[in-house]
């Protein structure tokens, strides 16, 4: 399984953007996808995740309201649309699948993308 995120760049404090994760190879409908998003120095920190067959959305505290996570099962797309988007939020964004369901924790994500920079900057 390969994992192709893009959808990054500056955006200006309260704007928008919209990622996108493109899947090559298998996923299933007991899969999740999430994204997490790192700053340097730092762990690679939740955002959101989703599972795969039943649609189920999981946000992080600091996200809820504000993010979307959702996919196209059949185009095996994940997309992670940030509204009102804040300095904080600036990070490399990472899309990734758990093929045992997990959910928040990193360490439970068996396939990772290459990541794609996220800039909230005035």
């Known amino acids: 399984v390969q994992l192709q995120a893009s959808g990054g760049g500056l955006v200006q404090p309260g704007g928008s953007l919209r990622l996108s994760c493109a899947v090559s190879?298998?996923?299933?409908?007991?899969?999740?996808m999430g994204w997490f998003r790192q700053t340097p120095g730092n762990e690679r920190d939740f955002v959101a995740a989703?599972?795969?067959?039943?649609?189920?959305?999981y946000y992080a505290d600091s996200v809820r309201g504000r993010f979307t996570i959702s996919r196209g099962r059949a185009e095996k797309v994940l997309y992670l649309d940030m509204d009102s988007l804040k300095p904080e939020d600036t990070a490399v964004y990472y899309c990734?699948?758990?093929?045992?369901?997990?959910?928040?924790?990193?360490?439970?994500?068996?396939?990772w993308g290459q990541g794609t920079q996220v800039t909230v900057s005035s």
């Open positions: 190879g298998n996923i299933y409908s007991s899969h999740v």
């Open positions: 990734a699948i758990s093929r045992t369901g997990g959910l928040r924790s990193a360490a439970e994500y068996n396939f």
């Open positions: 989703i599972r795969w067959g039943t649609g189920g959305t």
